[in-house]
């Protein structure tokens, strides 16, 4: 049975690196395309009628979160920390898309981020406890 156990964990900790990778990356792409003003992300800040100045401040929360996601790799309590972080700002990307009554496929990606922080979040949780401790 232990072994069946060992297996387990091995895989699990696999699925985390690939996903924490996976996110860091992704935050890290759109947090630049934010904070360097791309075409892309000022058009959609437009739409959602938000500041330009709250890109910014967006991009910079989610080349954060990434940081945090990288420095993780060596403490995974900061990677629960960085998943916490990322998942709430996505939270709010969501609220965004919804108050701006964007159909739900604009809302979509969001929430996926959202879902996969959270779950960052939970596979490294009692590593974030006990940097609490």
């Known amino acids: 049975m232990k072994k069946k156990q060992y297996i387990g964990g091995i895989i699990l900790l696999i699925i985390s690196i690939i996903l924490?990778?996976?996110?860091?990356?992704?935050?890290?792409?759109?947090?630049?395309?934010?904070?360097?003003?791309?075409k892309q992300q000022v058009e959609t800040f437009e739409h959602l009628n938000l500041p330009q100045w709250f890109r910014v401040i967006t991009g910079l929360v989610q080349l954060i979160g990434a940081t945090g996601l990288i420095i993780g790799f060596w403490n995974p309590g900061v990677t629960a920390l960085a998943g916490l972080w990322l998942a709430i700002t996505m939270l709010g990307g969501v609220m965004t898309h919804i108050r701006a009554k964007?159909?739900?496929?604009?809302a979509i990606p969001a929430f996926i981020l959202a879902i996969l922080a959270t779950i960052i979040t939970i596979f490294n949780l009692s590593d974030m406890l006990n940097l609490f401790s």
């Open 102 to 106: 964007d159909s739900i496929t604009q």
């Open 20 to 38: 924490q990778s996976l996110l860091a990356l992704v935050f890290l792409l759109t947090g630049f395309m934010k904070v360097s003003g791309n």
